[in-house]
């Protein structure tokens, strides 16, 4: 048992944190790093390092802002290692402008809608990866999976469906 926030707790219970915070953490580092391996290496850092403050008995009292800085910080010694200009030109954009909170809420939205597009059925979800994420045409999707073009349509459409309700899901929680 380890003492977080003034409370007992069990390794199953921060497993659970884990699970909770891990993806919305790994959008949050992937925003700064813009690489998926990284990110994913600061945050699971992050997580050992609070896991082995907790076991030497220090209270955390908020652990998710606790994780959120940490991973913060990693980013930031992430980009200690020299970038070439071109990349770090396109860091610059939209999120340079965002305030911090406003960089943890779009992680955790993010985040939400990629476990939705982790629900989709497989073959809807591939269509859909195939078409947002690579940007094939519907002509090319169904060619390469040997369908036909109204099947990728159908897909899609419900696949747009989907998530466009679990889209009002999340704004719902966001701000209600």
Known sequence: MLIFAAVMVSLSEYESHFRLYYRPLVMYALRQTENVDDAEDIVQQAFVDTWRKLSEGSVIQNLKQYLYSTVRNGCTDY??????????????????EMSEEERIVR?????????????LPEGRRRIFLMAKRDGLTYQEI??????SVKTVEHQLSAALKALRRTAVKIYLFFFS
Do not use: F, K, N
Request: aromatic share 2%.
């Open 107 to 119: 992680s955790e939205r993010d985040a939400l809608l990629w476990t939705a597009v982790d629900r």
């Open 142 to 147: 169904a060619e390469e999976l040997h369908i």
């Open 79 to 96: 980009h200690r290692i020299p970038v070439p200009e071109d990349l770090e030109e396109g860091r610059l954009g939209q999120d340079a």
